[in-house]
């Protein structure tokens, strides 16, 4: 299972691979459009500081020809672009074009485990169930993510699911639990799964009873604990 992050901003990004939780980003035009940066040098940054980890951006077209056409212009910004497509018939259209040039493929805003199938048997790199969203509307995301890894298992799709819109911690290990080969979050989602009062309780009475042990204030100078030192 890898974790992604759903996010353009740079700090949190940088927190994440400081904690070695990075294996890759999703962005959307909503999201792209929070950083109020032109398109093409956060798009470009992103890349770089993610690299060589996948980054998906997202095409803005709504005709297969149109998204066509862009992603051409985004696949050539970074060797580590993957296209997001919406998954509709003017998506998949685009899809079977962009598969034999060699671009990789997110396809997006998948409510279905029928538009699932259909976007892996066309051949996308990535589907990405809205799980959180599905979740939000009374429809059972998880027991769909379930339904996909049988279905993609049983017909040996190369394809990876990204479980998508993920709301919550909770949320993050029951998409874990189906077998999701990706999440993907925001970063205050990712902080959340890390973060826990009892830990920060139990390190502070761990380090006060340290504050009592003899030696402490050498013990961890270079040498000081070597044999015969």
Same mark, same amino acid.
């Given at each position: 299972m890898k974790i992604f992050?759903?996010? %353009?901003? #740079?700090?949190? @990004?940088?927190? %994440?691979?400081?904690?070695g939780l990075l294996s890759g980003l999703t962005t959307n035009p909503s999201i792209i459009a929070k950083t109020n940066i032109d398109f093409k040098s956060i798009a470009t940054e992103l890349c770089e500081l993610v690299s060589p980890f996948p980054v998906s951006l997202e095409v803005v077209a709504r005709d297969a020809e149109g998204m066509i056409a862009q992603a051409r212009v985004l696949s050539k910004l970074s060797h580590n672009v993957v296209v997001k497509l919406p998954t509709n018939p003017e998506g998949l259209a685009a899809l079977n074009v962009l598969k034999e040039e060699g671009i990789e493929t997110n396809l997006t805003l998948i &409510?279905?485990?029928?538009?699932?199938? =259909?976007?892996?048997?066309?051949g996308a790199t +990535?589907?990405?169930? &809205?799980?959180?969203?599905? $979740?939000?509307?009374? +429809?059972?995301?998880l027991? !769909?993510?379930?339904?996909?890894m049988? @279905? &993609? $298992?049983? +017909?040996?799709?190369?394809? $990876? #699911?990204i479980a998508a819109s993920i709301r919550d911690p909770h949320q993050a290990i029951d998409?874990?639990?189906?077998?999701?080969? #990706? @999440?993907? !979050?925001? &970063?205050?989602? =990712?902080e959340k799964m890390l973060l826990n009062t009892m830990t920060d309780t139990d390190l502070d009475?761990? =380090?006060?009873?340290? $504050?009592?042990?003899?030696?402490?204030?050498?013990?961890? @100078?270079e040498g000081s604990l070597d044999a015969g030192v």
């Open positions: 992050l759903d996010t %353009a901003n #740079i700090d949190e @990004i940088k927190t %994440a691979k400081k904690w &409510f279905s485990t029928s538009q699932a199938v =259909l976007a892996a048997s066309a +990535y589907v990405s169930p &809205f799980i959180g969203r599905l $979740e939000d509307r009374g +429809y059972d995301g027991g !769909m993510t379930r339904d996909l049988t @279905i &993609f $298992e049983k +017909y040996k799709f190369t394809t $990876e #699911i998409v874990c639990k189906a077998g999701a080969h #990706i @999440i993907t !979050m925001p &970063f205050a989602v =990712l009475r761990f =380090l006060n009873d340290w $504050e009592k042990v003899p030696g402490k204030d050498v013990a961890f @100078i």
